[in-house]
């Protein structure tokens, strides 16, 4: 079974940053395009982010592109989420996922394989 696996995740005052990371495997897999996702208790689950496969195309929701910031080192079959200046409603279990293509990359049904998740969360 394919995994996606995200850490980093952790306990943060307001204002403060943290950086999570997902582990994709490449061998056998066409993982190109990661994106972010989360979901708070009681809420939808919400896209934050994606990158393309170069790193060379980015996208972010509304809420997020201003405080976050994606990337990746495909050596290390690695992306992050770079969070800063953290608000309490940024509190929810953060996801990473993966597909082949760029297209639509909010759309959290179009994506073939997903991680266990990693809580974060951010207190007043």
């Known amino acids: 079974q394919v995994r996606m696996v995200e850490s980093g995740g952790g306990l943060v005052q307001a204002g403060g940053s943290l950086r999570l990371s997902c582990a994709f495997p490449?061998?056998?897999?066409?993982?190109?395009?990661v994106a972010w996702f989360r979901q708070a208790p009681g809420k939808e689950r919400e896209y934050v982010a994606a990158?393309?496969?170069?790193?060379?195309?980015?996208n972010y929701s509304d809420s997020t592109k201003a405080r976050f910031t994606i990337s990746r080192d495909n050596t290390k079959n690695t992306v992050y989420l770079q969070m800063t200046n953290l608000k309490v409603e940024d509190t929810a279990t953060y996801y990473c996922?993966?597909?082949?293509?760029?297209?639509?990359?909010?759309?959290?049904?179009?994506?073939?394989?997903w991680g266990q998740g990693t809580q974060v969360t951010v207190s007043s």
């Open positions: 490449t061998r056998g897999f066409s993982i190109r395009t």
């Open positions: 990158i393309s496969e170069s790193g060379a195309t980015t």
């Open positions: 996922a993966g597909r082949t293509g760029f297209h639509s990359v909010w759309r959290s049904i179009t994506y073939d394989y």
